[in-house]
């Protein structure tokens, strides 16, 4: 009967064994941690408005890498005076006019974002990653 409604039946012959059966059976539904970590920092010196066609114009970032590695495939987020204006993924990050996949500290790069169009100068730009951590009881 126990089959047939999918209960499953733990059978342990040591008590302890059991108890650590069933806590690890209910840590799988315990959501992970989520925390985030700051792989770089940029800051905006000036805003390019580009056109991409016809009268479609984007705005791309002039930016100083102050810290640490900005790369293509991170996330980012947009601060604007202390509070967080915009979060999501970067479209283009150029040097020059050549696309690049990572700029390092000190180095002076364009960097334009899909869904996001609103940059002004001195706003500071963060590039992270979200670290997921496995909880248990």
């Given at each position: 009967m126990?089959e047939?409604q999918?209960v499953?039946?733990?059978?342990h012959t040591?008590?302890?064994?059991?108890?650590?059966?069933?806590?690890a059976?209910?840590?799988e539904?315990l959501?992970?941690?989520?925390?985030?970590?700051?792989l770089?920092?940029?800051e905006?010196?000036?805003v390019?408005?580009?056109?991409v066609?016809?009268?479609?114009?984007k705005n791309?970032?002039g930016?100083?890498?102050?810290?640490g590695i900005?790369?293509?495939?991170?996330?980012?987020?947009?601060?604007r005076?202390?509070?967080?204006?915009?979060?999501?993924?970067l479209?283009?990050?150029k040097?020059?006019k050549?696309?690049?996949?990572?700029m390092r500290?000190?180095t002076e790069c364009?960097?334009?974002f899909?869904?996001?169009?609103?940059l002004?100068?001195g706003?500071q730009?963060?590039?992270?990653?979200?670290?997921?951590?496995?909880?248990?009881l």
């Amino acid at each position: 009967m126990a089959e047939s409604q999918g209960v499953r039946i733990l059978d342990h012959t040591v008590i302890y064994h059991l108890v650590d059966d069933v806590k690890a059976k209910l840590s799988e539904y315990l959501t992970p941690d989520v925390s985030t970590r700051v792989l770089g920092e940029a800051e905006v010196l000036q805003v390019f408005p580009i056109n991409v066609r016809g009268r479609v114009f984007k705005n791309i970032a002039g930016c100083r890498v102050r810290n640490g590695i900005v790369g293509k495939n991170n996330l980012y987020r947009v601060i604007r005076k202390g509070e967080t204006i915009f979060d999501g993924r970067l479209e283009t990050l150029k040097h020059v006019k050549k696309d690049v996949m990572e700029m390092r500290k000190g180095t002076e790069c364009g960097i334009g974002f899909e869904e996001f169009q609103n940059l002004e100068v001195g706003d500071q730009i963060q590039a992270y990653e979200e670290v997921r951590t496995a909880r248990k009881l």
